[in-house]
């Protein structure tokens, strides 16, 4: 699993701020879009903090985490503001305005 959690990492790091992506983006990047929970763990088990921007992976629906791995959903809200996404009062975001388009 490890192998698959180093590739997550690497298209989580081409993520630029100011932008997110979802889980099923990054699913999709690996070939297989039924990996969304897969990413999921990797990413709540993140051993690259500051370095592995997982705080700009939301879900489908835009939606932040309930369960951010590095200090709630207060956290990855506040990151994500300071790059100047605007997090709505509901904890989405607008993924037409910030979604980030893999090639």
Known sequence: M???FEEIYKIVKLI??????TYGD?????GNVRLSRVVGYALH???YFGEVPCHR?????????QNFAFGKINA????LEREGVYVKKD???DLEK??????
């Open 26 to 30: 990054i699913a999709k990047c690996l």
């Open 45 to 47: 088990s993140n051993p």
């Open 98 to 103: 910030y979604r980030y388009k893999f090639n």
């Open 2 to 4: 490890s192998g698959v």
């Open 76 to 79: 990855q809200k506040q990151m």
């Open 16 to 21: 630029p701020k100011g932008k997110v992506t």
């Open 57 to 65: 992976v939301v879900n489908r629906e835009g939606r932040l985490s």
């Open 91 to 93: 904890n989405t975001i």
